[in-house]
């Protein structure tokens, strides 16, 4: 999410250059579809842009080559992370999979569209858009189109000549690979995960940094107007200082997620009791087991919630168990739990034991299928090649 923001803001310098969408995934990759990098225009060291569409292996070369890709419009090309020593091939990315990458120019109405979606949706604002992807196949020739729907599928951009069916029949699930037919992107521009930090302490700060790299919206609020100020907290979207309990001024949904660290114990016991019956995603409250508990015990009275209904919903103590000591260590076990939970996961490892390493070999074969002297990348083939 946070490319998302760093591309919005290059094309609002008006720096924009050729925007580079993962459009299609196959086998292993870094990134997955719908991860975009933007060139900036007139560089001049040929290599400044946005986002990623790799873990490091293919931008170096994407952002050199991207402006003469779209010489002639746009265009997808693919690439393949797989290694095969008996092919001539300069560099493989040593991944093991392929990747379809959508070159366009910045300036049409087709990225200015998309360009807007994207910095609406980091305002909260939804939408699907669906790209037909250019290819010059010669049984089934397809031009470059674009459309935007709203959260409600109201059409509020169209490239011209797509029609209603099209859109329908874009939209119609796809048997083999979810959303996207051959020769369409669908995708959905979800708002980022919001975060409400309740308490602008000294410790709430490398909370609100680490959320804000993973490109969360991060709203912080505090009773003490001293602690709750913008300059404290630069990388937050919004800042106030506001009377524990407030939530109407927050707009708390059941799909943002809360860390409560006041460390003052009325006014966690107020925002508790006003938070709970929202029952946001995650909800964390920082505190020793005992002060949780007297908090809990007092919300549950309050709120009028059963006392089994309130842990259910919350996070106490808050953080995965990581270890260590001070601010920035609590910061990051508390937004890893987060993250967990927002995104569905249980945090768990996932090391390789010998009975994985094993069967991965077993399965993928040996080293030959990777490079051996270094990470770059393939050379791209054509569309026709993708199929």
């Not at 050729?18 to 990134?31: K, M």
């Not at 909800?283 to 020793?288: I, M």
């Amino acid at each position: 999410m946070i490319e998302r923001r760093q591309i919005v803001d290059l094309a609002k310098r008006g720096e924009a250059g050729v925007l580079v969408t993962l459009v299609r995934a196959e086998g292993s990759s870094y990134r997955r579809p719908g991860a975009r990098l933007l060139t900036q225009a007139a560089a001049l060291s040929g290599e400044s842009y946005a986002g990623t569409i790799s873990g490091g292996c293919l931008e170096s070369e994407v952002v050199k080559k991207a402006t003469w890709k779209v010489r002639s419009g746009p265009v997808v090309e693919q690439y393949s992370t797989l290694f095969d020593d008996t092919a001539e091939i300069p560099y493989g990315l040593g991944c093991g999979g392929v990747v379809d990458l959508l070159f366009e120019a910045s300036g049409t109405p087709e990225f200015d569209a998309l360009l807007r979606a994207l910095e609406a949706s980091l305002h909260g604002t939804a939408s699907t858009v669906i790209t037909w992807l250019p290819n010059a196949l010669p049984e089934s020739p397809s031009p470059f189109a674009r459309a935007i729907l709203s959260p409600t599928g109201v059409v509020v951009f169209t490239s011209p000549g797509i029609s209603a069916a099209e859109i329908r029949t874009a939209l119609a699930p796809q048997p083999l690979n979810g959303d996207s037919s051959p020769h369409t992107f669908v995708e959905h521009l979800e708002p980022p995960q919001r975060l409400i930090v309740l308490g602008a302490g000294d410790d709430a700060r490398p909370l609100v940094s680490m959320a804000a790299l993973l490109g969360w919206s991060v709203l912080v609020a505090d009773g003490r107007a001293q602690l709750a100020r913008p300059e404290r907290f630069p990388e937050a979207q919004q800042v106030i200082a506001l009377p524990p309990g407030q939530t109407a001024a927050l707009e708390l949904t059941s799909s943002d997620a809360v860390v409560l660290m006041t460390h003052s114990y009325e006014q966690d016991r107020d925002w508790l009791a006003a938070v709970l019956p929202v029952a946001p995603k995650y909800f964390g409250v920082l505190g020793a087991r005992h002060r949780s508990s007297l908090l809990v015990a007092e919300a549950a009275a309050i709120s009028g919630l059963p006392l089994t209904t309130c842990c259910e919903r919350i996070f106490a103590p808050v953080g995965l168990d990581l270890g260590g000591d001070g601010p920035e260590a609590i910061a990051l076990a508390v937004v890893s739990e987060a993250h967990a939970r927002c995104m569905g996961r249980l945090g768990a490892s996932l090391r390789l034991s010998a009975a994985d390493v094993s069967a991965q070999i077993q399965r993928g074969g040996g080293p030959s299928r990777y490079p051996q002297a270094r990470c770059g990348f393939d050379t791209a083939v054509s569309v026709e090649a993708a199929g």
